[in-house]
């Protein structure tokens, strides 16, 4: 695998082989991390939307594996003077660079930049289409809890339509055999919610969609990306779409809340649940580091 541009277009045996990977990277004295696989080796995490998580797992994990690995802010380079995503890219490349970790906000941004460079790509979120490693971060976090993907009831509520980890779990989800319940404002799904996956099933009432759930993965509004259309309040939202106590009592008694953060607080998650002992938002941190170590390694080194 010379490239991570989507879940779309891995096989199961490939994420399987990929999360049984991450395990052994998420022992910090495993002899993979000591041995510093990619000693030698050059990241660059070139973002240009912004982020906590991701940029920073991405530089924790290449770090580990012994990379040498340079952060480029889109808003802090000559981006703002007007160069181009594919001259950045050229001349990034010119510096020398094996691997480049790239956030973008249009959909399809790393593809096309795999189409013109020699280092490997990896999709760090483009626009509303994919986020891979999250999803495998996730995937990585319900199947260190519970043991299994398949079988499993996974609701995904919020902001489906411009989420790009909606559309990366549902093709994970789906593919190792989970079901996966897709809720939300209508405005808020796609017209066709098949391209999240052939099986997935639309829920309009989140009490319907909640009923004997496994995990609950909640999204945030992605209001960077709504472009001025119409939003109902917050509290109404909340209301609605929010998950709380009494939702959550419908769900399986051992259910796993996630989130893949920023959380907006009262919005689509209260206090109490975000930090509740169903909730697993700190493993998901936490298992990105070792799944974003398996991930590198696999593009570099293959
Ligand atoms: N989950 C996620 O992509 O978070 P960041 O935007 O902080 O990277």
Known sequence: MRHLLGIDGLSANDITSLLDEA???????????????????TILNVFYESSTRTRTSFELAGKRLGADVVNIAASSSSVTKG??????VK???AMGSDAIV???????????????????IVNAGDG????????????????????KLDGLVVVICGDILHSRVARSNSLLLGALGSEVRLCGPRTMMPRDP?????????FDRFDDAIEGADVVMML????ERLAGAVMATTREYARTFGLNERRLRLAKPEALVMH???????????????????????????????????????????
Do not use: W
């Open 23 to 41: 395990t052994r990277y998420a022992h910090p004295h495993d002899p993979l991390v000591t041995r510093g696989v990619l000693r030698g080796k």
């Open 83 to 88: 160069e181009t995503l594919l001259d950045t």
């Open 91 to 93: 001349n990034l490349e």
């Open 102 to 120: 790239l956030r973008h906000a249009s959909s399809g941004a790393p593809h096309f930049v795999a189409r013109h460079t020699r280092a490997s």
């Open 128 to 147: 509303s289409h994919e986020h891979p490693t999250q999803a495998l971060l996730d995937a990585f976090t319900i199947r260190q809890r519970l043991g």
């Open 194 to 202: 098949t391209v999240l996956g052939p099986t997935v099933r639309v």
């Open 220 to 223: 945030r509004i992605q209001n």
């Open 260 to 302: 893949p953060g920023p959380i907006n607080r009262g919005v689509e998650l209260n206090n109490a649940v975000a930090d509740g002992a169903h909730s697993v938002i700190l493993e998901q941190v936490a298992a990105g580091v070792a799944v974003r170590c398996a991930v590198l390694a696999r593009v570099m080194l293959q």
